[in-house]
């Protein structure tokens, strides 16, 4: 039973360039969450969808940042004309809240990404 | 200030008790957590708590809850090696569960 797997692990792009970054939930989990994590910080809540929804995007940043959960595929976070700001460890998510739920986050084990 | 917060250090020497607290300043949370990230990977829930309750201990691990002062606590006996890591206090929050800055655990001979 494969966990979240997200890819890639580790990515490196130019000023300027985009970022994409997949993540495929457990399997039978319908929300998936997006986190960053900088250097001697928590992890920040970035978006939580579902499938073909955003539910809850208040920790995008207002520009350059995307993500989107189609019907079929994975999630995928997306940073268009990066900037050496953005460079951090991207953290999928993903639960299937149910009846007694405790709300636990299943993560995968990030995408490290590097902005020259 | 921030809505979780924690120390971002601890050093515990081997076999000593390990005691990681963590402070919240919305008390609607139904659970609060702890997660642990061991490098280079992902997180993983250690345990929870759910607010209706004082105390959960789960084999090392037990964990204090003080509503009134908004005060949570991991306490992890006989400290080992193998628990170096840093550890997250979070707090579930309506759509999303909100991350402490986590306590890096070090652990000396």
């Known amino acids: 039973n494969a966990g979240v797997m997200q890819n890639p692990r580790h990515l490196v792009r130019r000023r300027g360039q985009e970022a994409r970054l997949r993540c495929s939930p457990m399997?039978?989990?319908?929300?998936v969450y997006w986190y960053r994590q900088l250097p001697e910080e928590g992890l920040k809540f970035m978006v939580y969808?579902?499938?073909?929804?955003?539910?809850?995007e208040s920790g995008m940043p207002k520009e350059r940042f995307s993500a989107e959960f189609p019907k079929e595929g994975p999630s995928i976070l997306r940073i268009q004309q990066v900037v050496r700001g953005d460079s951090a460890a991207y953290f999928c998510?993903?639960?299937?809240?149910?009846?007694?739920?405790?709300?636990?986050?299943?993560f995968g084990e990030g995408s490290r990404l590097t902005v020259l | 200030g921030e809505d979780v917060e924690q120390s971002l250090f601890l050093s515990v020497r081997e076999g000593d008790s390990s005691v990681i607290n963590c402070t919240y300043t919305?008390?609607?949370?139904?659970?609060l957590y702890w997660y642990k990230q061991e490098p280079g990977a992902g997180l993983q829930l250690l345990t929870y708590?759910?607010?209706?309750?004082d105390m959960k201990q789960d084999q090392r691990l037990t964990v204090l809850l003080n509503k009134k002062d908004k005060h949570l606590s991991l306490r992890i006996a006989d400290t080992q090696t193998g628990d170096s890591a840093i550890y997250f206090c979070?707090?579930?929050?309506?759509?999303?569960?909100?991350f402490g800055s986590g306590t890096r655990l070090s652990i000396r001979p």
């Open positions: 919305d008390s609607s949370s139904t659970y």
């Open positions: 708590i759910f607010s209706n309750m």
């Open positions: 399997k039978g989990h319908s929300h």
């Open positions: 998510a993903s639960s299937n809240p149910g009846q007694g739920d405790t709300g636990e986050l299943f």
């Open positions: 979070a707090r579930a929050s309506a759509s999303k569960i909100i």
């Open positions: 969808l579902q499938k073909e929804n955003i539910i809850d």
